[in-house]
């Protein structure tokens, strides 16, 4: 399904990676050229395509700066929360492109004075829907006064632009989705198609809930089980079966089960 560009503004790159292609969570890398004389040689991430240049060093802030290896591109980020929130985008299964800090866009307050927002990413879903995400901690929500500009957005939205905008904080960002991510993330990069079908076949027909420890001891992966585990909850194809983090104590149902 081709997703057309939901930016017609001049604040716009030029040119930007395909995103009509689904974002992976497998690192694929690209055909070394036929005269390459290193095919092997590491090669350093694309730039940002962030609509706002961050300082890389500005006293009494913090900026991130994340190198996505699998689409090999840096994300930028004004705090920890949103480089945690970018990677609960990432390894949402809707998600088919993400674009961090995109051009701004314009909104008339009450007294009819125009103001301009910069969300802090930009998500297409799969299925041509594209929402536009607001990252803040909970305790500034009420004195950035937040929810109020993005009422005003909501009512004044472009569909060109988003077709919906959302507020996130640590209330959705929490440590263990945040840390659940990053691990699937790092296990999708070292996947062996052959521990995934293991642990799928000891699955097979399993309509409850099994513990990960169990199922750890029964593949005989031995420390190659749990990162097993992880990319295939990454693949959609397990679940835990309750909220908390992906570990030894942590129980999974397969997702045809529920």
């Known amino acids: 399904m ?50 706002r240049r961050l300082p890389r060093n500005f006293k009494g802030s913090f900026h991130a700066f994340i190198p996505d290896p699998v689409i090999n591109r840096v994300i930028t980020g004004e705090s920890s929360l949103e480089g945690g929130f970018y990677l609960l985008l990432r390894t949402d299964p809707r998600v088919a492109w993400i674009w961090d800090q995109p051009p701004a866009v314009a909104y008339i307050d009450e007294d009819g004075v125009m103001h301009e927002h910069t969300f802090d990413y930009l998500a297409v879903l799969h299925d041509g829907h594209r929402i536009a995400f607001a990252v ?32 996130r904080t640590e209330a959705h960002i929490t440590a263990d989705r945040v840390h659940n991510a990053r691990m699937i993330l790092d296990a999708c990069q070292r996947r062996d198609d052959v521990h995934l079908a293991r642990v799928l076949e000891l699955l097979d027909g399993v309509t409850g809930a099994v513990r990960i420890a169990d199922l750890v001891e029964a593949s005989g992966l031995e420390g190659h089980a749990l990162p097993a585990i992880a990319c295939l909850i990454g693949d959609g194809f397990i679940t835990l079966s309750r909220p908390g983090r992906i570990d030894m104590g942590a129980s999974v149902i397969p997702v045809r089960a529920h």
């Open 136 to 167: 803040k901690p909970a305790i500034k929500v009420a004195s950035t006064g937040i929810e109020r500009v993005l009422e005003l957005i909501r009512a004044q939205l472009d569909p060109t632009f988003a077709t919906s905008v959302v507020l």
């Open 2 to 51: 081709s997703l057309p560009n939901p930016h017609r503004t001049p604040e716009t790159p030029a040119s930007l990676p395909d995103w009509t292609k689904p974002l992976s969570l497998r690192f694929q890398p690209p055909p070394p050229a036929p005269d390459d004389p290193f095919p092997d040689a590491w090669t350093p991430p694309q730039e940002s395509v962030a609509s």
